[in-house]
């Protein structure tokens, strides 16, 4: 019974905590000293109450959303091109690790050469090896796989082992999305979220070392964990593209879980599983055919009265 009321008042504190959102920032901006704002900050991405703060964000949404569908139509759409716009910058990376690669290969076979340097006018504004080169292009690999995720996921593109659902009917299948985003989707993301902050936070600052139990922070500087050799050696960019990834995919499930509602609350059969930036916004959700002409009917009986 007691871990029952802490939920629920958590829970509740959720919805509490949003309400008073800007009072909790004002608060931390104007914290004194930096060392304050930082081990605030580094508590407060794997804290109880961000989580049920953006668990009361969510159902506020789902709830005004049974409401106003058009105000779910645009969250959802808002979503996907959020994440799908990152996507496409990301897959950008794609061509530089190619022109990367080139560039490297080039110089180190054809010309027999172990750095690059380029010095307009005699300053020196790069000078790498190109061990350090080849090394960045695993991060540029990372940022592609972190960012664009979301927006593989938002155009279908992951592998599925697919048993019984092509077998189902639409609305079946609607179904299923629904909970197996609710039950599993999501709460992979969160996990991934909580145990990879402490690793990226730890990887950043000079702090307290900080674990998925940590309830006290103690920041003291930045400290930006590199490897030590002479290849690149941002280990702090490597683990905190980790955090982005759950962040990102984080954003998908719930978008995904709200198109499903959508989906059944319209009773449209025919709205597409997966919105198709490739297609040009092939499963676009869109209002309804006999919803559009009742619309129609109305505008016209309005123009015929003169409004």
Do not use: C
């Not at 110089?107 to 504004?125: D, K, M, S, T, Y």
């Not at 019984?164 to 989707?185: E, H, N, V």
């Not at 309804?288 to 009265?305: C, F, L, Y």
């Amino acid at each position: 019974m007691e871990m029952l009321g802490s939920f629920l008042l958590n829970f509740v504190m959720g919805f509490v905590n949003l309400i008073i959102f800007p009072y909790h920032l004002f608060k931390w901006l104007t914290l004194e000293t930096l060392k304050e704002k930082m081990s605030a900050f580094t508590l407060a991405g794997q804290s109880h109450e961000f989580f049920f703060m953006i668990v009361a964000l969510v159902l506020i949404i789902i709830v005004i959303g049974f409401y106003k569908r058009s105000f779910l139509r645009s969250t959802v759409y808002g979503l996907e091109m959020f994440n799908g716009k990152l996507g496409q910058w990301a897959a950008w990376f794609a061509i530089l690790m190619m022109l990367q690669q080139v560039m490297i290969i080039g110089i180190g076979q054809i010309f027999r050469g172990n750095e690059v340097i380029f010095a307009p006018l005699g300053i020196v504004l790069f000078n790498e090896e190109l061990q350090w080169l080849s090394g960045q292009l695993k991060f540029y690999n990372a940022i592609l796989i972190a960012v664009a995720s979301a927006y593989t996921f938002i155009e279908g593109g992951h592998v599925r082992v697919d048993l019984i659902y092509s077998a189902l009917k639409r609305r079946a299948q609607l179904w299923l999305d629904l909970f197996g985003t609710l039950f599993f989707f999501i709460p992979s993301t969160v996990l991934l979220w909580w145990f990879a902050w402490p690793i990226a936070m730890n990887s950043m600052f000079k702090q307290k070392p900080m674990n998925i139990w940590s309830s006290s922070a103690k920041w003291r500087d930045f400290k930006w964990e590199s490897s030590g050799t002479a290849e690149f050696s941002w280990v702090w960019a490597f683990k905190t593209m980790i955090v982005v990834f759950a962040g990102l995919m984080f954003i998908v499930a719930i978008s995904f879980l709200l198109r499903n509602i959508l989906a059944l609350l319209e009773k449209d059969d025919e709205m597409a599983s997966h919105y198709s930036f490739a297609k040009k916004g092939a499963g676009a959700i869109k209002i309804r055919k006999d919803r559009a002409e009742e619309i129609a009917d109305i505008t016209e009986q309005s123009a015929g009265h003169g409004v």
